[in-house]
């Protein structure tokens, strides 16, 4: 069975920083899509970033790009995020979501993927 724990939220100031770190377990293979999502209070949900750790290709939200990293952790089937210059805008309720095989975009996450409770990021003064 498939879980997935996240960590690494928390408050911040505006133009601060912090990682968010996702662990899977349940996987038997590397060709795993790991992805972040977010919804803020009274919006739809959205895609953030995601990453197939079988080569490693990513993607971005174009709200984030040039401010988030996505990338596999040490351990296997972990996916982190760094999330630099944060705004206001960014707080929200962030998920993380896995799926066996290519992500070939957010949908197949969306709609098949495993996802985690969650971790709260706050920007704010």
């Known amino acids: 069975q498939v879980q997935l724990v996240e960590s690494g939220g928390g408050s911040v100031r505006p133009g601060g920083s912090l990682t968010l770190s996702c662990a899977a377990s349940?996987?038997?293979?590397?060709?795993?899509?790991m992805g972040w999502f977010r919804q803020a209070q009274g919006k739809e949900r959205e895609g953030v970033a995601y990453?197939?750790?079988?080569?490693?290709?990513?993607a971005y939200a174009d709200s984030v790009k040039g401010r988030f990293t996505i990338s596999q952790g040490n351990a296997k089937h972990t996916a982190n995020l760094q999330m630099n210059n944060l705004t206001a805008e960014d707080t929200a309720m962030y998920y993380c979501a896995a799926v066996v095989g290519a992500c070939m975009g957010w949908g197949r996450l969306t709609s098949d993927g495993t996802w985690g409770q969650g971790t709260q990021v706050t920007v704010s003064t």
């Open positions: 349940g996987f038997t293979h590397r060709r795993v899509c």
């Open positions: 990453i197939y750790l079988s080569g490693g290709g990513t």
